[in-house]
Each structure stands twice: as C-alpha cells, then as structure tokens.
C-alpha cells in the first residue's frame, strides 16, 4: 500500500463548478501536511498547508482528519487556470530525526470552458 | 519566488556515461532534497543532505551518489547512467524537516 494515495482523475469539470479531491495517508505519526500544485512540465508549487482545524486561502478550502488519516481539498468556483495536477503531501519520521516529505502521484484537473 | 538554480535544464546522453546534475540555492537553507518524477510514480526521493557533508539516502538512491560541499550548492551524480535513469529530476530545499519545500525547475535526462 502506498504511504499516500491519490484519485488520479483526471476530473473534468465545467468552469464555475466546485470540485473536490481526497487523498488518504498510513502514517498515523504524519505531522505536516500539504498540498502542491503541478502545472504541466512544471515544478512543484505549494498550494496551501493543511491544518488541523481546517482552513481557507480565497477559493480553496482544505480539510485533515486525523482520525481517519484523510485529506481534502475543495476548490469553488473553478476557473480555467485551476488545471493542474494537484499533490497531496504528508510528512514521515522515517527513522532517524529527519521527517521526509511522502509526495501521492496527483489527481488531474482539466476546467473546461 | 525561491532563490533554486537547477543545471543543465535538459540533457541527453548514452549508457555507461557519468553525469552531474547540480543545484543551487540562494536562501541559506539547510536542507536540499533531489527528487525524480517519473509516471505513475510521483516524486520520489532519491538523496537528501541536512548540512554541509552530511547526505543521507532516500527510497531511490540505488545507482545515485550526492556530494555537498557548500550550503548553497547540492550535486546528484550517476556513475554510469542507465536508461531506467531517464527521468525528471527536481531538486529542493527547506528550512526544516518536515517543513514546506520549495522546488527548482527541474532538469529533464534522457539516457539512450
């Protein structure tokens, strides 16, 4: 089983809609949780951090529960520039002192016109 | 956005030769991470360094070796590249453990 596991969609979606992703973590000693944001050929950006009491940047609300080792994003009112693959990353004291970053492959996201 | 160099951007080359991909920063952190992405599989990490000198491997570091002699400057060579090697490799930093990690644009080897 992977560490992280991610929908890779793609999800298709009209523009104005609101769209969920969920992602599901094993580590239940994760701390840190994130997502990124992927455009095409592109690196890595990080959307927003997630934490334990939920919280909101503008269109983009992200939800953790801990007990059932869960992550979400909710993303209103889409607009075309939302495409991306969106990464749901969780922290991992894998041994040693050093928490590694355990990035899921992405969920797609294609807002259509 | 962060201060993350990664060269060459693109490179391609042929089996069995030695390649150095580097990386370097401008933002005084202590940690850098080189990552590979690959299909299917999604970031994964192949060496990582907590200070000058000190590296340690990640999931993937089998046929990777990683050098650190400045802070600024983080080096992932492949002794004798293989064509399971072709990838995009994606080199990043943090302030911390665990903290948020800010990712260069990446640099995309094919190995024929």
């Known amino acids: 089983r992977k560490e992280v596991e991610q929908d890779p969609g793609p999800f298709n979606v009209p523009e104005g809609a609101t769209v969920a992703f969920n992602c599901t973590y094993s580590n239940s000693a994760s701390q840190s949780f994130f997502w990124y944001r992927q455009d095409c050929r592109k690196e890595p950006k990080l959307l927003m951090s997630v934490y334990s009491s939920g919280n909101e940047d503008g269109r983009f609300t992200a939800q953790l529960n801990r007990a059932s080792q869960y992550i979400s994003l909710l993303i209103r009112d889409s607009k075309l520039s939302d495409s991306a693959t969106y990464l749901c990353v969780v922290s991992s004291l894998t041994g040693g002192a050093t928490n590694k970053l355990i990035f899921g492959t992405g969920t797609l996201l294609a807002v259509q016109p | 956005d962060a201060g993350i160099t990664q060269s060459p951007r693109h490179k391609v080359t042929e089996t069995g030769t030695p390649v150095t991909l580097r990386c370097h920063q401008t933002e005084n952190h202590r940690y850098m991470y080189w990552y590979r992405q690959d299909p299917g599989h999604g970031l994964r990490l192949i060496h990582y360094s907590y200070g000058v000198k000190d590296t340690d491997k990640g999931e993937v570091s089998d046929g990777y070796s990683v050098s650190r002699s400045k802070t600024e400057d983080f080096l992932l060579t492949l002794e004798s590249a293989t064509s399971s090697q072709t990838s995009v490799y994606f080199c990043?930093?943090?302030?911390?453990?665990?903290?948020?990690?800010?990712f260069g644009a990446g640099t995309r080897l094919s190995v024929l």
């Open positions: 990043a930093i943090s302030g911390g453990s665990g903290n948020i990690q800010y």
